[in-house]
């Protein structure tokens, strides 16, 4: 299967904590997305970072990639109850498909 | 407001039904996409097209079609709808400032259950 993996599957911390989410890929990427899933609800893209970058920030967001690897990392600092929600990697292989990996469930506790 | 919008939300329908899920961006993008998703939250690529009258199928196998009549319209049609399409159903469009360049921007999904 092309399609990533994001360990942990679930994660459940205290407001105020930071929230570290993996991502694992098969293969040579151009680039990787994080998106954002609330309940019942689309994607939300949040941030891309390219095969040539080895860190991203938007925020509260810190994304790194280590193509050597093939993982990529997503940091949230200092999460709120807001927070909570499922987050997805995708990879952007050839041609013009991404590629969603398995997901991780994040809540926050207030 | 550029957006991507998705109808109905929620859909409960009787075996062997024709539905017709809706998909309709205001972006001008080239690419959309049809995703179903598990209740264990992976996303599964069905359809895409890459503009007006291109449609593939993606790598899941579906028994649902698809049209692109208009860049800003890309229906889901089920002829017969069974409990295996219980599913969510989410439709993506993308822009196209080079390979890669742009993400999806997802619609709000449709909740669909076969019963």
């Known amino acids: 299967s092309q399609q990533g993996e994001e360990d942990p599957q679930a994660l459940s911390i205290q407001e105020g904590e930071n929230a570290t989410m993996n991502c694992s890929y098969k293969?040579?990427?151009?680039?990787l997305q994080w998106y954002r899933q609330n309940s019942g609800r689309g994607l939300v893209h949040l941030i891309l970072i390219r095969s040539n970058e080895r860190e991203k920030h938007s925020g509260r967001l810190r994304v790194t990639l280590d193509t050597s690897k093939k993982s990529s990392s997503l940091l949230i600092t200092a999460s709120r109850a807001a927070d909570t929600a499922s987050y997805f990697c995708a990879t952007a292989e050839t041609g013009n498909q991404f590629y969603f990996g398995t997901g991780t469930s994040l809540t926050v506790i207030p | 407001e550029a957006d991507i919008y998705q109808t109905p939300r929620y859909l409960v329908i009787g075996t062997g039904k024709k539905i017709t899920l809706e998909c309709s961006q205001t972006?001008?993008?080239?690419?959309m996409y049809w995703y179903q998703q598990d209740p264990g939250m992976e996303l599964h690529l069905i359809h895409y097209s890459y503009g007006v009258n291109s449609t593939e199928k993606g790598d899941l196998s579906s028994e649902s079609t698809v049209s692109r009549i208009r860049t800003e319209h890309f229906p889901l049609t089920l002829e017969s709808a069974r409990p295996s399409h219980t599913s969510q159903y989410l439709c993506?469009?993308?822009?196209?400032?080079?390979?890669?360049?742009?993400?999806?921007?997802f619609g709000s999904g449709t909740r669909l259950t076969v019963v």
């Open positions: 293969t040579s990427i151009n680039n």
């Open positions: 993506a469009s993308r822009g196209d400032r080079g390979w890669g360049a742009d993400g999806y921007t």
């Open positions: 972006m001008g993008h080239d690419k």
